[in-house]
């Protein structure tokens, strides 16, 4: 455990956070909660006048390794919650349906905690769990946490265009640090925090630094350790609070090898049969900011979205007690605590699951990720010529039409594309210099080339049904790879 | 159906809700779940890397007529929900637990609306419906739809403090409107209004008004038909958007008859055995501000907290389409769709009751909460000598010490009231005048006398036990009535 506790950072708080006080309801449910006390006036039905009696819900068996296509078959176990609770069994519905505290359920939370320190190990001694709705309300409370409309906020040079649409209505700008494959560069992010005034004289600093270290949407790009390590320091040095948007964290896979490179009889996944340990995900993750964090200036959003299915709208914040606190006086009386039905069916699977299952189950799943990864990449470079990219282009590989892999002209490639380390995105970057229909396009004078020819190259492949191979790493449908 | 479509209130909106813009992410899913589209980039999960299987739960029987203290041997309909769609069963987890269109399920919404069509009988034709997470969180959503900063907002003299708690932090300012057991005065809201420039010179006129017109947290009181028609033509002269938050709407009860004047015979409720019709409970409902709106200028908020439990975090608006296309927009980037747990669960669930199951238990709901009211009356009637209220007080009963009901001197009393007429609240207005503590703590120059006769009385009550009978109409433990 981390001995040093959070810094205090009230400064950041804007003037909306600052002047949030407690709800006077929630302080009426938080005494009703209390052993031995009822509510008063809090407006809570009574759980007779609720209409479910009882709930089943089945969950692969947390001994089961997933691997792809086989999870349908998977051996489950039955987990069941009644309307009452009894002695040995305190979760019921008429706990989960009913109005609780705003920080949702505190053994679910407790869970939480106590997985965060196996596994993340902050910092910090101080930090707090709450949940959310997810990290998209979760951003959302942040931004409304620590942005002034007119604020500038630090994000990737392509940050995920959901994330902006928050903050841009609010009147909030974004200043782009230039990323590769590798997520931003610290040297690019020092440059910016430390001529600040010189270039932007008379605006505030930015204090707010957005990110997605892991399995970027949408370059796909996964920050390495030394690089989160020298960000870190520089939030530090200009005094930045991070915002760790890490929904992928527990997707991240191993390098990708190119086929030639592939040991033929060796596979990158674990042997079939080989029992997946604590320690074999656990220890190959690369630490996230908050495990950097001795001063608490991280906020952490984490969620179940992408490893148990987005529409348990739950995740959770990790953060200092001061953020934890305002974060928890805006949920009182916008969204509330998680729904329910989430929080009980959430808190009953990973109570059976413990750690190790919960684990495990992250572990198969990265399997699955990286299965596919492997067959998206496997496709180009059995489609095109493939070669590594020569220095000053971002990316490690640039593709040729078949047959042409041997030319010296490097400006003659179609596109050029990394492997990603995690997460569900591959990011193809088309080589507009080699593609005639843009040269064709932007000689007809059309003002935006670039769109047009986006656009024509959609149309086509969904008329060819090609547009598929875009989509393996993740899908809607049940057909799709 | 109403023929008139909303008129145009789009000058109503804030420079926040003018300013957002659709999500880039939810317009591909959008598209992705038209037949045939595929995810390009949505980050959307595999349904095979869910870890749940499957989900049962149990509601009751839609032909049960729900009596206080019999539900929990009421018969049960099972319902289940497997992990795949299949030709007669569209819903399923594989859809429940995905990304969906931030407007959430689309057969739950048009459930909804023909709901609302067929029982508030919106006054203009276009209304649509937009879920939410509750009426706290959609309180919030209006709020960022239509204040700025500095804006004053017409409130209830007594408004839900909860409320309050949304605006106040943003620099929002509350205009107390006068009220009694029927809801605010409509001359003292048209007094307001109409003053507002020679009162208020140089600010804007306040253009919402929030209200709670039916059981009213904390009061109780439950506005006419005659107020509602004065009140919205009043906010029509003036341009006032009126929010309607309603949860306590089809928790409407019979007025209360004191026990004397009660035929021992007779019962308020409908005789056992008497069968609930459609009509019976909807023909006997106070019409909505809905219900009036030929203009589309109110929003009402609706939630399932008080009738299937506070836990679903599930609700809808009812408004004009360019509100609901802006709070979808909010939506998006905020909160995104209720969860699907609870959108699936409840989607089910009145798909197997219809609009009847769903009647006879609004029904069965308001009798076990009519019988709660008249049981709290009766008590305070066996306990003091009660006397209606003289005019001048807007309460409908006085109470005298046992054995002083014959008194001239009104001020004696200890405490007036009025029964409520729906929601879960009797609000009990102490008489300090007659209270001696009360004058001592005055005397000895405290500062906030009446404060500390209130923790006094609390702590006393809770000391005492006797705080039981002031949470009969609702409560969040087992035993409690």
């Given at each position: ?41 809090g ?5 007779s ?7 089943q819900?089945q ?9 792809l ?5 998977a051996?489950l176990?039955d ?5 009452y ?27 939480l ?20 709705f997810g ?11 620590l ?16 994330a ?11 200043v ?15 440059r ?31 920050l ?33 090898v ?23 995900l ?23 979205s ?18 934890s606190?305002?974060?928890l006086?805006a949920?009182?009386?916008t ?31 990265r399997?699955?990720?990286?299965t596919r ?11 095109f010529?493939?070669?590594?990219s ?42 507009l ?49």
């Amino acid at each position: 455990m981390a001995s040093k506790s959070s810094i205090n950072l009230s400064h950041h708080l804007n003037t909306l956070s600052r002047s949030r006080v407690p709800s006077p309801l929630k302080d009426i449910i938080k005494y009703m909660n209390e052993p031995g006390m009822i509510s008063l006036a809090g407006g809570l039905p009574h759980p007779s006048a609720f209409p479910y009696s009882s709930l089943q819900f089945q969950v692969y068996s947390p001994e089961v390794d997933v691997v792809l296509e086989s999870t349908d078959s998977a051996p489950l176990v039955d987990i069941s919650l009644g309307k009452y609770s009894s002695p040995d069994h305190t979760n019921s519905l008429s706990v989960a349906l009913q109005y609780g505290v705003s920080t949702g359920s505190k053994s679910l939370s407790a869970f939480l905690y106590d997985f965060v320190k196996r596994v993340l190990q902050p910092a910090y001694s101080d930090y707090e769990i709450l949940l959310h709705f997810g990290n998209t309300d979760a951003w959302n409370k942040v931004v409304n946490l620590l942005c002034e409309p007119g604020d500038y906020i630090l994000v990737e040079e392509y940050t995920y265009p959901s994330a902006q649409a928050v903050w841009a209505p609010m009147g909030c700008r974004g200043v782009p640090i230039s990323m590769d494959k590798d997520g931003i560069l610290p040297e690019a992010l020092g440059r910016v925090l430390g001529e600040w005034e010189q270039v932007h004289p008379g605006t505030k600093r930015p204090h707010l630094l957005y990110i997605v270290p892991t399995g970027q949407n949408p370059t796909g790009s996964t920050l390495s350790f030394e690089r989160k390590k020298e960000i870190y320091e520089i939030c530090v040095k200009y005094d930045v609070v991070i915002c760790e948007d890490d929904p992928y964290y527990f997707l991240q896979i191993p390098d990708y090898v190119p086929p030639s490179d592939r040991n033929p009889e060796g596979s990158l996944l674990p042997a079939e049969g080989e029992r997946v340990t604590d320690d074999n995900l656990a220890n190959t993750l690369v630490p996230t900011f908050v495990s950097l964090d001795y001063q608490g200036r991280v906020i952490r959003l984490d969620t179940f979205s992408k490893t148990m299915g987005p529409g348990n709208r739950l995740g959770y914040f990790v953060c200092n007690p001061l953020f934890s606190e305002r974060l928890l006086r805006a949920t009182e009386v916008t969204t509330q605590a998680p729904g329910g039905w989430s929080q009980s069916i959430i808190e009953e699977h990973l109570t059976t699951w413990k750690h190790e299952g919960l684990l495990r189950w992250f572990y198969g799943l990265r399997n699955i990720y990286a299965t596919r990864r492997d067959w998206l990449c496997d496709m180009i470079f059995s489609a095109f010529d493939v070669r590594t990219s020569p220095n000053g282009i971002a990316d490690d590989y640039i593709a040729l039409p078949k047959g042409h892999g041997s030319e010296r002209d490097a400006e003659k490639y179609i596109f050029s594309f990394s492997a990603p380390r995690g997460g569900m995105f591959l990011w193809i970057r088309l080589n507009l210099k080699s593609n005639p229909s843009y040269h064709t396009l932007k000689a007809s004078g059309e003002a935006y080339p670039e769109g047009l020819l986006e656009t024509k190259i959609w149309m086509e492949m969904i008329q060819e049904k090609e547009i598929f191979i875009f989509a393996p790493l993740c899908s809607t449908t049940d057909t799709c790879l």
